[in-house]
């Protein structure tokens, strides 16, 4: 990824915590909820980093071993 792929990105994930902070203040949705929102919305953008910069496809793979 180059240096304007990462700042677009960048610039993406800042909006979507941003509409999530505007919206949730407008409908009314509780603190504890929108917690699990914002931790979520991190899980999931740090997957995706980890996947991008790392360049690893095996994140979310699970090893069950006997």
């Known amino acids: 990824m180059d240096l304007i792929g990462l700042l677009v990105l960048l610039i993406i ?7 999530v902070r505007a919206l949730s203040g407008a409908f009314g949705i509780p603190q504890p909820i929108v917690t699990v929102i914002y931790v979520v919305l991190v899980v999931i953008v740090l997957i995706y980093l980890l996947q991008v910069l790392g ?9 069950i071993t006997r």
């Open 13 to 19: 994930i800042g909006v979507l915590f941003w509409a």
């Open 55 to 63: 360049g690893s496809t095996d994140v979310l793979h699970l090893r």
